[in-house]
């Protein structure tokens, strides 16, 4: 494309219109985009990537394929670099002063707002139009949060008098976006609004019960429809609640709204009005009376509440009791939080999982800040404020002291917060749910209180069942089911299927399911349904591999225990939905519905269960593990590639799931098994491994490895590359051993050195508003090695992986390998921000284009490490490498697979200090990983880094 193509953009009706004209003055469209070389109106280079970011995400349109329209509250959540990238003016440096006339629950409350400048003055002859703000003789671009607040103390400003509730809750959506510089009157800061969204019952022992108010988190609407509404959360603390449930029973009937001490304003939904007006005529019934209704209130209520609302709709404000038959429960309760003191730490969590620092634009500025630091150097930087300094200084650098710096750390680190990967332990960010009763199990941590007691003999192992159209089996394949078999008809409870990752797990579970189900069609076995949970990603998975490797008729009826399909269930009776979900012959669902909706899976008899990534269940003291552990089913299978992924105590909560009992209690495992240095406890571990996997028999793990040679594996061809550091990165990594050597650096920060060093090799510069360039490349050594090699494997039309956890590396490298390879669609990118829908379906679109055309996919190593086929790539580079092995290798393992048709080549990427050639982080990196990769492939023992391989890591690296 011509070098002279010019970004303009105009406002237009509330929005903003943006063109990339030509040289010659034609524009060009806005798929070519990507492949342009970019300017501004202003002659300075420009980037369109968070143009067409926006555009894949489908918060943008294209009217006629040439212009894109982008309304004022998309463009208000652009960040400085990508105003500048755009053109736009720079960000206005104001700050939002806001007042009332009156009180705030008044209805002649209005907002007095005034913008100002830092100095506290006014700006001059202000006009707003949109985002685009004039004053001064100058434009600025207002982004968010002051763009949102300032819209939304207009809506309020415009809002009948009369419409108080909704009033108050346009104020509750905008307080949370008020900056901590904003001067705001105390009593509007102060004030809590909150909207319940739902209830539950609240029971005391002697008989009574109040309601207790819920708030449902927002979820997209594609959550909504396809996955499990998260359950609710009480959004009271303990005082306002028990003065609200004093209040509700004092009066007869249920009010609008209702405050409490601590400026607590609760609005109630006029539907969760009727319904809770049904609870308060309950509360004051006869004892049978209101304890038939504690009993079942669902029923209650829809039989009350027919003709005004539909069933379903009922259920999704009221939360009920569920009810259990397993013999693992031990009661019916609140479940807590338990605090497990069996878990050793494990270095993998000491590190974030994509992003160590972040680059903070500040005007013309970029200063990398520590994404653990954000809160406490914003704190530092308000006390230099106070104390008069025009500075505060961070690790080197010198950052202003001004209000707009606070405010833009503090909105960084509100994001952190909110940012969260995929795959680690699932529970922990878990809404923390509600006080209902669920199954409290004995859950053998502290002694073995229960143990799995073997069934009776279900038939003769042997055979595949008819349906199966895969033809012939690998041999171990055919191996792996006929141990299943032999589990199945010896009475076992359960087995654990602990391939390799890509050696078809999945069919070998299939396989035995089908064959189990001829069983109950021949009347040897009773029938049951079946029951699969998986990952959220990986549920249409196992219909494509259903439809795969067995014939039409598959295993017969399914039923979708997630998403849309969930709605069918939700609205039934307590013994419909038990029958709907008895009469399917399979049901799929993700493990979050299982620990949130667990009610609906507890009457089950269930004949077979499968775990797939059975890791989710690593965690003995999460409740998504307790919830998975207290069905009531006849055999378990545990699928997982890494049985041990961070600890031993991993395998043991996943064994104690498929055979209770069998490795002790987790006190009794920890102190015979676990150590800090698996190396000096082989002997203990060896004989762990032993236990599972040789006697008695059927063993209860089995593990065949790829390094075994099987059949079907393609070739994998392995290649370490070292490349010299530039100068400009040398020196960079020189600076940080130097400061360490001569004692400028306290040692107790080794982790953060760790970090810094990991960070200098892979780049020794803060990446700038241009993103990454070939100036950029040529200052690293890994990221000149990966252009030689994505260069190589472009002239071959083949396909790559490309595997990096820095989020601004993997953003840097979009545009710019989509420019240098003239793509014509932005390369896909896998990170912990993709949902799992649209993670499968940026697979597909992946696996789905020509076998010969060039393409390149970015990943994270946590979020597409699990889980994904990419066996149309047949190149994997690790960018940055994990401080754990099996991640690295799960990582490898989506091209090197079953299924792939040529040979894999995996490229390990190692930047080389010339001063250090044999100690550089990353040799050292590569040889600490090495060990633990040998060590895990050789026994149990757990792959992660540990604190003390951590601190050999930076002494071999500082000390040469």
């Avoid at 069905?631 to 545990?638: K, R, S």
């Amino acid at each position: 494309m011509n070098e002279g193509n010019v970004l303009r953009w105009e406002q237009v009706n509330g929005a903003l219109i943006f063109s990339v004209y030509a040289a010659s003055g034609e524009a060009v469209p806005v798929s070519e985009w990507g492949c342009c070389s970019i300017r501004l109106e202003s002659g300075s280079p420009g980037c369109v990537a968070p143009l067409l970011g926006l555009l894949e995400d489908g918060d943008v349109i294209s009217p006629n394929g040439v212009d894109l329209r982008v309304e004022n509250n998309v463009l208000a959540q652009l960040d400085e670099v990508g105003v500048a990238q755009l053109g736009l003016p720079n960000v206005a440096p104001l700050r939002l002063r806001i007042n009332g006339s009156g009180i705030l629950t008044s209805p002649s409350f209005r907002f007095k707002y005034q913008l100002v400048k830092e100095d506290g003055r006014p700006p001059m002859r202000l006009e707003r139009q949109g985002v685009v703000i004039r004053f001064g003789g100058k434009s600025y671009t207002l982004i968010d949060p002051l763009y949102s607040l300032v819209e939304g103390m207009d809506r309020f400003n415009a809002m009948p008098p009369e419409d108080m509730d909704d009033r108050m809750l346009v104020w509750a959506d905008l307080k949370p976006l008020l900056p901590e510089g904003a001067a705001v009157d105390n009593s509007l800061r102060s004030m809590n609004i909150v909207r319940a969204d739902a209830f539950t019952l609240d029971l005391n022992d002697a008989g009574g019960f109040s309601p207790q108010l819920l708030h449902q988190p927002i979820q997209s609407q594609a959550d909504v429809e396809y996955l499990e509404r998260e359950p609710g959360k009480p959004f009271l603390p303990d005082q306002p609640q028990k003065e609200f449930s004093t209040r509700f029973l004092q009066q007869s009937q249920v009010k609008r709204h209702y405050t409490a001490s601590g400026n607590w304003f609760v609005v109630i939904p006029p539907r969760l009005q009727k319904a809770l007006q049904v609870v308060r005529e309950y509360q004051d019934a006869p004892y049978a009376e209101r304890l038939a209704f504690t009993a079942n209130p669902t029923e209650v209520l829809k039989e009350r509440l027919k003709g005004q609302f539909e069933e379903d709709e009922i259920e999704s404000f009221f939360e009920e009791t569920p009810e259990f038959l397993s013999a693992r429960i031990e009661r019916l309760g609140v479940w807590e939080a338990k605090t497990n003191a069996y878990i050793l730490p494990t270095g993998q969590k000491w590190f974030p999982d994509e992003i160590e620092a972040l680059g903070v634009i500040i005007g013309s500025s970029v200063f990398q800040v520590a994404a653990k630091d954000l809160e406490s150097v914003a704190k530092g930087i308000e006390q230099a404020k106070e104390e008069g300094k025009a500075n505060y200084e961070y690790k080197g650098q010198s950052i202003p002291a001004t209000d707009e710096v606070v405010e833009t750390i503090k909105r960084a680190a509100g994001a952190r917060r909110e940012d969260t990967d995929i795959g680690e332990e699932a529970d922990e960010s878990a809404p923390t749910p509600p006080k209902r009763q669920v199954p409290l199990l004995k859950d053998n941590v502290e002694n073995v209180e229960f143990e799995a007691e073997s069934r009776s003999i279900r038939g003769k192992p042997g055979g595949l069942p008819k349906v199966l159209k895969t033809h012939p089996l690998y041999d171990y394949q055919q191996a792996g089911v006929e141990w299943l078999q032999q589990h199945w008809a010896a009475g076992s409870t359960g087995a654990l299927l602990a391939d390799d990752m890509g050696l078809g797990k999945t069919i070998q579970t299939l396989a035995f399911l089908a064959w189990v189900q001829e069983q109950m069609n021949t009347s040897v076995y009773k029938r049951k349904p079946l029951l699969i949970v998986a990952p959220t990603g990986l549920l249409k998975n196992w219909e494509d591999e259903v439809r795969k490797h067995l014939n039409a008729e598959g295993l017969g009826e399914l039923f979708r225990a997630y998403g849309k399909d969930l709605a069918e269930i939700k609205g039934l009776s307590h013994n419909q939905r038990k029958s709907k979900l008895e009469r399917a012959d399979w049901v799929v669902t993700t493990y979050e519905t299982l620990r949130d909706k667990i009610r609906y899976f507890l009457p089950i008899d269930w004949g077979v269960l499968a775990f797939d990534e059975a890791q989710k269940i690593k965690n003995p003291a999460s409740r998504l593990t307790e919830m998975a552990k207290s069905l009531q089913v006849d055999f378990t299978i545990a699928l997982t590639g890494t049985p041990v992924e961070n600890r031993l105590s991993d395998l043991w909560s996943i064994v104690d799931a498929i055979a209770p009992g069998q490795l002790g209690s987790l006190r009794e495992f920890h102190s015979q098994y676990e150590t800090q240095n698996p190396e000096e406890n082989k002997e203990a571990i060896g004989e762990l491994r032993q236990l599972l996997t040789e006697a008695p028999k059927p063993v209860r793990l089995l593990r065949r490895m790829k390094v075994d040679h099987l059949d079907g594996m393609p070739e994998k061809r392995e290649h370490l590359i070292e490349e010299q550091m530039p100068p400009e990165q040398a020196a960079t990594y020189s600076a940080i051993i130097s400061a360490v050597q001569n004692g400028a650096v306290d040692p107790m920060t080794i982790l953060q050195l760790l970090q810094d060093m990991r960070r200098v090799s892979l780049i020794p510069e803060k990446l700038g508003p241009e993103g990454i360039t070939d100036e950029v490349v040529a200052k690293s050594a890994r990221l000149k090695t990966l252009v030689k090699i994505l260069d190589d494997i472009h002239k071959k039309g083949h396909k790559a992986l490309v595997f990096v956890e820095f989020l601004e590396v993997q953003d840097g490298l979009l545009p710019y390998l989509q420019k240098r390879y003239q793509l014509p669609w932005l390369p896909l990118k896998i990170s912990g921000k993709i949902d799992g829908h649209k993670r499968k379906e940026y697979v597909d679109i992946f696996q789905e284009r020509p076998r010969d055309q060039f393409d390149v996919m970015l990943l994270s190593p946590k979020a597409g490490g699990v889980g994904l086929t990419l066996t149309a790539a047949n190149h994997v580079i690790h960018l940055s490498r994990w401080w754990n092995p099996a991640v690295e290798d799960q990582c490898t393992d989506r091209a090197f697979r079953i299924g792939q048709e040529r040979p894999v080549d995996v490229y390990y990427l190692l930047a080389v200090h010339p001063g250090y050639p044999t100690s550089s982080f990353d040799v050292n990196l590569h040889q600490l990983l090495e060990r633990k990769r040998a060590l895990s492939h050789e026994l149990l023992a757990p792959p992660s880094a540990s604190k003390n391989d951590l601190h050999n890591l930076f002494n071999a690296t500082v000390k040469g």
